[in-house]
């Protein structure tokens, strides 16, 4: 496996996790889902609490998870640019 695979698999997981946690958010009162949605929470927030700093909630809602998901589209494209130059 390539190191530009692993870079690709890893930003599609944390796309995965993002969209995840944004659902649960949703399901706050479904018990069933507590183990799933701490593990998701501890997964995505050192990527979204240094956000969360920089861009309060508009209107309520919380933009962070988008921002993350432009921020890793970003990286994961530059990773890969620059390695295909190599």
Do not use: C, K
Request: without cysteine; proline residues 7%; charged residues 10%.
């Amino acid at each position: 496996m390539s190191i530009s695979s692993v870079i690709s698999i890893l930003a599609e997981l944390l796309f995965l996790a993002l969209i995840i946690r944004a659902v649960l958010s949703w399901l706050t009162g479904v018990v069933a889902l507590q183990p799933i949605a701490r593990f998701i929470n501890r997964v995505t927030d050192p990527i979204l609490e240094p956000i969360r700093r920089i861009v309060p909630p508009l209107g309520g809602i919380d933009m962070s998870p988008l921002i993350a998901m432009i921020v890793i589209w970003l990286v994961e494209s530059l990773l890969l640019t620059v390695l295909a130059g190599h």
